[in-house]
């Protein structure tokens, strides 16, 4: 049984032999239906046989629609304009009496033109507008708004406007006050606007830099002057579009969406201006689910903790957030350029109970004000540090599903991305001394290099306190779901965290302490040399080495290796492999003092630094070797003339014999010496007027050179140990 109602519509199909246009139902009366056309202007309904309208709609030859009532009719009252009420009010007034209570087929009788025509005499207007104003009512819907305007048809929305008069639109130029025909618009033509749009092209996608070098570049192309030779000379004035022209209707060709996309580029676009669908919580289970990481050059320059002296350049900030709770569940601090040895740390912190991480920097927490020590299932980061062979070989040790995301969309991690700006807020890094961004330098401005004071581990320590203030005071109402909101849970990080473990939502994995030291930790060979295990110059033990005797055995058999596992934050942090698991190592005494409580990069510069030499001090070894090269070749230059004036020995076999003979000799000649040095002493003491032997003045003499020789070599060395 068809639905067919008063106000229903019907189209007609293909092959319908009653209807040529959709119709209104206006009225049922016995096996006839009034109808009338649904159109803003109808004619006057008429009347059709009930049972050929519904043998057409059984048939398909009409439909049956619902009603599409047009959008100029939805609106109220504060959506429409003051002369649209007005108009609608009147029109209302007009036909009021007749339609209210009444319906259509109480008016549409044998009398209805006697009824109108009195109704128009006594309404003071012509006939016509009662029948305009009547049909306009019953086919758009019965209601008041049947008779507002249709403002959206009007002023022919996408059409060009007719020019065959001639007429350039627009206020025609002036200047000094008179009318300047030749340099005004000119009338576009159809060449015109294609010239147009191919200049404002280069604007809309950004190979022109603003308008007027487009209209330059299409003055230059389309409209100069074709002399006879071929070459272009002059543009033809009067003859090409203006530029208020060329911005008017370029804009027609190009929307200003089109623009943000091609002048910015889609990079920027996707990343900035494109439409957010959905959250990163969307498909999360839970606290764990899916963690992201990402790091950042800090806006702070550092000093070193032994010499506040050594400025050491601005560290890398790694941080690691859960999605589903905006925690931050992991942070590393170092020096190292962004590199898979940060990341593994962060990842390292984000796995691990933080009471003493915090406490190595004299922060004093209880577990459950930082409680993230879990393995995600999932670990979203850029092409960068987790795209190698060592991220590949911690997802298998670990079971981490590793999602690296496409260059250039960092709006694909977009939480991540937004915490660097909230730990900078929490930090206020800018107004901190050294900091990067605490004032706009001008020339002449003291550099804010100079003012760094922070080292390393006070900034470690600043972010610390920052994402703890993060985690507890965030607030993301947000990401609460019906069951938090039930729950009474606050809407900061921390709280979510806290009720998603209580409530299980996801089953968060558990792995040993060896089986993340072998996935995340850094490991290097080892020598092992007579003072213990080498590592960067500094020595450990343990005691699996000392019992199994790993440096003599090394030092006096075949040298031994071994690998080693360390920690970048702290140099003590060391372990190797053995029987018992993990085997932590302890400094040797002789460099506790020196690195002990050090960061591993801390005593790579320290020791790097220590061994440079100052220009100063290569200046002196230098100067101080060429100096005894010199006196060197003095002495031996000495010596070979004092052979010489003895002239060659009879033989080889006479100047090799009686060696011990004259070795007798030659120390008696030095125990003379001696006694004569004595007795000179002595002469020193109590002074007495002698004649000396010319030969013991010569001894003398020759002494004293020598004691000068050895002096000059034992300065040297002194120097070259120094």
């Known amino acids: 049984m068809l639905n067919l109602r008063v106000n229903g519509i019907i189209s007609p199909g293909e092959y319908s032999s009653l209807l040529k246009k959709p119709v209104r139902i206006l009225g049922i009366k016995d096996d006839y239906i009034l109808v009338i056309e649904l159109c803003t202007n109808p004619t006057k309904p008429w009347q059709i046989e009930k049972s050929l309208l519904v043998e057409e709609i059984d048939s398909g030859a009409a439909v049956l629609n619902q009603e599409m009532v047009p ?16 108009s609608r009010d009147r029109n209302w007034d007009l036909i009021r009496d007749l339609v209210e209570n009444q319906a259509a087929l109480d008016i549409l009788t044998t009398n209805f033109g006697a009824l109108v025509s009195t109704h128009a005499i006594k309404m003071g207007v012509d006939r016509k507008q009662i029948y305009r104003l009547l049909y306009r009512y019953w086919s758009m819907g019965q209601t008041r708004n049947a008779l507002l305007w249709n403002t959206s048809a009007c002023g022919g929305r996408g059409k060009g406007k007719s020019r065959a008069s001639g007429i350039i639109p627009g206020r025609p130029p002036k200047y000094l006050g008179a ?55 002059d543009v033809v ?19 200003d969406l089109y623009k943000l996309k091609r002048r910015g580029g889609a990079i920027r676009y996707n ?78 912190n984000a796995c691990t109970p933080k009471v003493d991480f915090c406490k190595r920097y004299g922060i004093d927490i209880d577990e459950v004000d930082w409680p993230c020590a879990h393995l995600p299932i999932e670990l979203v980061a850029d092409r960068a540090e987790l795209l190698s062979e060592a991220g590949e070989a911690m997802t298998k040790v670990l079971g981490i599903a590793v999602k690296i995301l496409p260059p250039f969309r960092p709006d694909w ?8 700006r909230l ?52 607030r993301v109402p947000h990401i609460l779901s019906r069951e938090m909101i039930a729950s009474g849970v606050e809407p900061t990080p921390i709280e979510i965290w806290k009720w998603s473990m209580a409530n299980s939502l996801l089953d968060s994995k558990v792995v ?27 020595q450990y033990t343990c005691q699996t080495a000392v019992r199994e005797e790993w440096s003599e055995r090394s030092h006096n058999l075949k040298t031994k290796y071994v690998r080693l596992y360390y920690d970048p934050n702290s140099i003590e942090n060391c372990w190797i492999k053995s029987e018992a698991g993990f085997e932590s190592l302890t400094i040797v005494p002789q460099h506790r003092q020196k690195y002990g409580g050090l960061r591993m990069e801390e005593v790579f510069d320290m020791i790097k630094i220590l061994n440079q030499v100052s220009p100063d001090a290569r200046y002196e070894v230098d100067n101080t070797a060429a100096l005894l090269r010199g006196r060197q070749e003095e002495i031996l230059d000495r010596a070979k003339t004092k052979r010489e004036v003895q002239g060659n020995p009879k033989s080889n076999a006479d100047f090799k014999r009686d060696k011990r003979s004259k070795r007798a000799t030659e120390a008696q000649n030095e125990r003379d010496q001696h006694t004569a040095d004595l007795n000179q002493l002595r002469i020193v003491d109590n002074p007495v007027v002698t004649e000396e032997n010319p030969k013991t003045v010569a001894r003398k003499h020759s002494s004293a050179r020598s004691a000068d020789f050895l002096k000059l070599v034992v300065n040297v060395s002194n120097e070259t140990n120094r």
């Open 71 to 86: 959008m100029h009719l939805l609106r109220t009252d504060d959506q429409i304009s003051e002369n649209e009420r007005h």
């Open 423 to 474: 730990i900078n807020e929490k930090l206020d890094l800018k107004f901190v001394p050294g900091g990067v961004d605490a004032r706009k330098m001008e020339r002449g401005d003291r550099d804010y290099q100079l003012d760094a004071i922070l080292d390393i581990d006070e900034f470690t320590e600043m972010v610390i306190v920052g994402v703890l203030a993060h985690n507890k005071t965030l």
């Open 413 to 420: 991690k977009s939480i991540i991305e937004s915490r660097f």
């Open 179 to 233: 009318v300047v025909s030749e340099d005004g618009a000119i009338m576009l033509e159809k060449r015109h606007l294609t010239h147009i749009r191919l200049a404002y092209g280069r604007v809309a996608s950004g190979k022109c830099g603003t308008l007027g070098d487009a209209h330059t570049w299409m003055l230059n192309r389309f409209y100069r002057e074709v002399l006879t030779d071929g070459t272009k000379g």
């Open 237 to 255: 004035r009067g003859s090409y579009p203006s530029i208020h022209q060329l911005r008017h209707h370029g804009k027609l060709f190009f929307d």
């Open 512 to 538: 040993s302490p060896a089986e993340l030291k072998i996935a995340l930790l850094p490991s290097q060979e080892c020598r092992i040399s007579r003072g213990g295990i080498n590592f960067q110059g500094v």
């Open 271 to 348: 990343k900035d201006h494109r439409a957010l669908v959905g959250s990163a919580s969307m498909g999360l289970f839970g606290a764990g689910h899916r963690y992201e990481i990402d790091s950042t050059i800090a806006d702070v320059y550092l000093v070193h903790r032994i010499n506040r002296l050594w400025l050491i350049g601005r560290p890398v900030l790694y941080v690691i957030v859960d999605t589903f709770t905006r925690m931050i569940v992991g942070i590393h601090v170092g020096l190292e350029g962004p590199s898979w040895n940060g990341a593994r740390h962060a990842i390292y």
